[in-house]
């Protein structure tokens, strides 16, 4: 069963705006979230966390909120940059059923920053 | 420093082979963890290491699925009888502790194709 649900597979956003992902969960048990971006033949990096007693973490020009009540997440990347092109994967953890640092990942959402 | 490495970066095999699958991840992690990506999906979670010993290899799909990590540093994935569906890109992953860091550093993958 698919905890971590990415419903868009796709994103295409103009340079200079922001970019909003979104990210659903199930799995009420699960306390920390965390993105990843992935670039073609590369594995995945971390780019941003928030842990479930926050709503809000912020770096740089990422932001991750978090709505618990809803088990909903978005990232809002501003400004947007040529760079930031990538599949952007949204994953949890936490649930204390499952094993310390076992991620569930979203499918991922493709990021295209047009100039 | 040196990242998460994985050997090979392709591998392409018979149905019915056997392979193997090298990680060497960050010099000074204990926690290791191999996941699989199949294509259009986020990566999968198959076995964690805490040091030596398999911590949680729930996510092994089934028993032509094994992996080791001897000496607490590098693992091997090993697959036997390979089937076609086994084809993915097999990522492994380092943390610090699993316990410490919920962030996981990954290797750039193996893809495997099974013909």
């Known amino acids: 069963d698919q905890q971590v649900k990415q419903n868009s597979p796709s994103l295409s956003v103009q340079e200079g705006r922001i970019s909003i992902l979104n990210c659903d969960y199930t799995n009420s048990m699960f306390d920390y979230f965390l993105w990843y971006k992935k670039y073609p033949a590369e594995g995945p990096t971390f780019l941003i966390s928030i842990s479930s007693i926050k709503d809000k973490n912020e770096d740089g020009r990422f932001t991750v909120f978090l709505n618990k009540s809803a088990k909903h997440l978005s990232l809002h990347i501003v400004p947007s940059q040529p760079g930031d092109s990538a599949v952007y994967f949204c994953a949890a953890t936490g649930d204390k059923t499952d094993s310390w640092g076992k991620l569930q990942f979203g499918a991922g959402t493709q990021v295209v920053v047009t100039p | ?115």
Not at chain 2, 57 to 80: H, M, W, Y
Request: glycine letters at 12%; one cysteine or more; hydrophobic letters at 30%.
């Open chain 2, 1 to 115: 420093g040196a990242g998460v490495s994985q050997t090979p970066s392709n591998k392409v095999t018979e149905k019915g082979k056997y392979v193997e699958l090298r990680c060497d991840p960050i010099s000074g992690h204990t926690a290791l963890y191999w996941y699989r990506q199949s294509l259009g999906q986020g990566p999968e979670f198959l076995i964690y290491f805490q040091g030596t010993g398999a911590a949680d290899d729930s996510g092994l799909p089934n028993d032509r699925f094994f992996a080791v990590r001897p000496e607490g540093s590098v693992s091997t994935l090993k697959i036997q009888r390979t089937e076609r569906g086994d084809s993915a890109v097999y990522l492994c992953a380092s943390s610090l502790t699993a316990q410490s860091s919920y962030e996981q550093y990954f290797g750039p993958g193996t893809r495997l194709t099974v013909t």
